[in-house]
């Protein structure tokens, strides 16, 4: 059965530092990961998909890596702001030949202070 | 170009009602999935819907129930139910094939609480 952690739970900074958020899942049999941005209260949106042949994915500020065999992935943020404070949730899709049902974790709260 | 509506946005029922969430997905997505987003925790996959089929089910009694039409909207219904069905209803819509290989579009949800 896939798991899916994030670490760590929470994480306050101040704004304009650089941060990495992290992400593992237990089986690196995926067909690709996604980064998702979650306001409180509010829908998913999606930042970054990273398929299983890919090293990695840019957005902007934001770079996501994935190392398959090792069960890990990383989200950048460059230059946080505070309108990045919101909770930031991975989610892994397994190596099916149909369905696209994703494993989440459970999410990194961020604050980013002025 | 229309995202994935969710309608009602906020729902109270009583303990043994029973409810329906509506989702229309993203325009030309032929995928609905729903998860349940406890406080605090990560979204749980329910169900999938493709071609009007019930396609994949997570871990969920069989109280949760579903429908697409053949628009590709779907409905998930939830029968007596409990206090811990208390929970923001997230719809989710992907197009089988694309070339961005299943990426999934939220909806914005619908928070139930059950007294």
């Known amino acids: 059965k896939q798991e899916v952690t994030q670490i760590p739970a929470a994480l306050s900074v101040p704004e304009g530092e650089n941060l990495v958020l992290n992400c593992s899942f237990t089986?690196?049999?995926?067909?690709?990961l996604q980064w998702f941005r979650q306001d409180p209260g509010k829908g998913l949106t999606s930042l970054l998909l990273?398929?299983?042949?890919?090293r990695e994915q840019t957005s902007g500020r934001l770079n996501a890596s994935l190392d398959k065999s090792s069960g890990r992935s990383t989200l950048y943020i460059a230059a946080s702001q505070p309108g990045d404070s919101a909770t930031y949730l991975c989610a892994v899709r397994p190596r099916e030949t149909s369905g696209s049902r994703l494993t989440f974790g459970e999410g990194t709260q961020l604050t980013v202070n002025p | 170009d229309a995202g994935v509506t969710q309608s009602p946005t906020h729902l109270i029922k009583t303990r043994g009602q029973q409810v329906t969430l509506r989702c229309s997905p993203k325009?030309?997505?032929?995928?609905v999935s729903w998860y349940q987003q406890a406080l605090g925790q990560g979204p749980q996959f329910i169900f999938q819907?493709?071609?009007?089929?019930?396609?994949q089910r997570g871990n969920f009694p069989d109280r949760f129930s579903g429908h697409q039409f053949p628009n590709y909207s779907s409905e998930l219904n939830v029968n007596a139910l409990l206090l811990g069905d208390s929970a923001l209803y997230l719809c989710?819509?992907?197009?089988?094939?694309?070339?961005?290989?299943?990426?999934?579009?939220f909806g914005p949800g619908t928070r139930l609480t059950v007294t």
């Open positions: 089986d690196s049999a995926i067909y690709n």
């Open positions: 819907y493709y071609e009007e089929e019930e396609r």
């Open positions: 990273i398929q299983s042949s890919q």
């Open positions: 989710a819509s992907s197009l089988v094939g694309t070339g961005r290989k299943y990426e999934q579009y």
């Open positions: 325009s030309g997505h032929d995928t």
